[in-house]
């Protein structure tokens, strides 16, 4: 129904950058918000930035300052530019749509998607 499919990860060197993108495909009317996750080794998946339809942002307090969240509505697109990236940046990234609306045939329906992850690693 909805494919969200990440891109850009990789690895990178301590304060060195990188700009995640995640698409969203499928038969989307809107969607409310757009984020990103990570999970690194051995730990809980955490919240890393989140974006609304109408530009509202939200970040953990470990990224803020480094990290900026961005949103094409048109393209149901999001994206991350991670800047003075740091070792314990290093995990995988998960892109995550929140409330979307979608047609399936005559009927309106919402749910939450995620995309399969990326890897980011922050090493010398």
């Known amino acids: 129904q909805v494919q969200l499919v990440e891109s850009g990860g990789g690895l990178v060197q301590p304060g060195g950058s990188l700009r995640l993108s995640c698409a969203a495909s499928?038969?989307?009317?809107?969607?409310?918000?757009m984020g990103w996750y990570r999970q690194a080794p051995g730990k809980e998946r955490e919240l890393v930035a989140t974006i609304t339809n109408s530009g509202s942002t939200n970040y953990a307090d470990s990224v803020k300052g480094r990290f900026t969240i961005s949103r094409d509505n048109a393209k149901n697109t999001v994206y991350l530019q991670m800047n003075s990236l740091k070792p314990e940046d290093t995990a995988v990234y998960y892109c995550?749509?929140?409330?979307?609306?979608?047609?399936?045939?005559?009927?309106?329906?919402?749910?939450?998607?995620w995309g399969r992850g990326i890897q980011v690693t922050v090493s010398s």
């Open positions: 499928g038969s989307i009317i809107s969607i409310t918000s």
């Open positions: 995550n749509a929140d409330d979307v609306l979608i047609l399936i045939g005559l009927k309106a329906m919402r749910d939450t998607y």
